[in-house]
């Protein structure tokens, strides 16, 4: 099987940082509340909540996630461990950190011993009832302080975070994949996030010495709002025959000089996760612009969902790639 070589990834797409300074609180009062996260709950092993996992134990964060089954822990936790392994090997950290950010690394089955982590990352499937359901099982259990967010790639904040009790202390915190690789992290914050919630993120975002860009909260905020109509525009082209998937990604690797092609990319982020966001554009800016290709729905109803299942727009179980189309 070829395994994807994602410290070698190019980094893609980086926007302009938000100036931390800009927001009117003392740097003294912003770090002070910053200083008061040390524990971080991850709700979702998949792609995004191990990668999640590894920067947050790196940078000294207690960190305990949780899963619906134990196999998905058990996968995240080897493959960290895997990916600090490259990293050491490549002189990036030393083997006394990694062993120091795996001890960091807790798991548990029960969602409520999250309850007393000082902030929640949710990065549980994109669908927004699954996100509303894991809230409602553990807002009786959290702590009155703690900051949910939630790693929603298209999701509206300010409506996940009206059916909390907290709205005022919830945030959208958008990380990238491959999470240690890429830089930037997008935040959100909802119609009623107060500044002192927003601070104490930048400067966890500054702790985990990646760099902060702010969105307003409208569907699929910046980087999907631009680079998943790309990749659905790309999936039409195969769909219409005008391309195959080498051709088209080649065209925009060689032609864009994009680093990765469209469909490559779109195996990487997951066709389910690309379909998910192609809705929320389509029902919540009511354009038909954004309608998914039939093609993609095709591919998840298939269960071919890119890299995770070994099929996609390629298929990943031999040595090389090889475009499935
Ligand atoms: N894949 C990307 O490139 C990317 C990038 C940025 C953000 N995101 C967002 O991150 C989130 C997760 O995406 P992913 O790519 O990691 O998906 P994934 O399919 O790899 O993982 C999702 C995980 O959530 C778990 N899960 C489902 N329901 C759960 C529940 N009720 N409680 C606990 N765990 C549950 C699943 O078992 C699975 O392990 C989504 O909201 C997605 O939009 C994805």
């Not at 269960?303 to 475009?323: A, E, H, I, N, S």
Request: include cysteine.
């Amino acid at each position: 099987m070829l395994k994807f070589d994602w410290f070698a990834a190019p980094c893609a797409y980086a926007l302009r940082p938000v100036r931390s300074d800009a927001y009117g609180l003392s740097q003294m009062e912003s770090e002070d509340r910053a200083m008061d996260i040390n524990s971080v709950g991850i709700v979702g092993a998949g792609q995004m909540g191990n990668g999640i996992a590894h920067v947050f134990a790196l940078a000294g964060f207690d960190v305990l996630m949780t899963d619906i089954n134990q196999d998905a822990l058990d996968k995240a936790v080897a493959l960290i461990e895997r990916n600090m392994d490259r990293q050491v090997s490549r002189e990036k950290i030393t083997e006394a950190e990694k062993s120091a950010a795996m001890a960091r690394i807790k798991t548990t089955l029960k969602l409520t011993d999250l309850g007393q982590t000082d902030l929640v990352i949710e990065a549980a499937t994109e669908r927004e009832t699954v996100k509303q359901a894991i809230f409602e099982d553990l807002l009786p259990h959290l702590k009155p302080e703690t900051i949910l967010t939630s790693n929603t790639s298209s999701i509206s904040i300010t409506r996940l975070a009206s059916r909390t009790d907290r709205p005022e202390k919830f945030m959208g915190f958008h990380f990238m994949n491959p999470v240690p690789v890429m830089q930037l992290v997008e935040l959100i914050r909802g119609i009623a996030t107060d500044d002192a919630t927003y601070r104490a993120l930048l400067k966890v975002v500054e702790k985990l010495g990646k760099t902060a860009a702010s969105a307003e909260d409208f569907p699929a905020f910046i980087v999907n709002r631009i680079l998943m109509p790309m990749i659905n525009e790309a999936v039409y082209t195969l769909y219409e025959g005008v391309g195959s998937v080498k051709s088209i990604d080649e065209s925009l690797k060689l032609g864009a000089n994009h680093p990765m092609g469209p469909l490559e990319l779109a195996d990487f982020i997951g066709l389910d996760t690309c379909l998910a966001i192609m809705n929320v554009l389509h029902e919540g800016l009511a354009d038909t612009k954004y309608r998914p290709c039939p093609l993609l729905t095709k591919y998840v109803e298939a269960g071919w969902l890119g890299r995770k299942t070994q099929r996609g727009f390629y298929d990943y179980r031999g040595d090389v790639p090889v475009p499935t189309r």
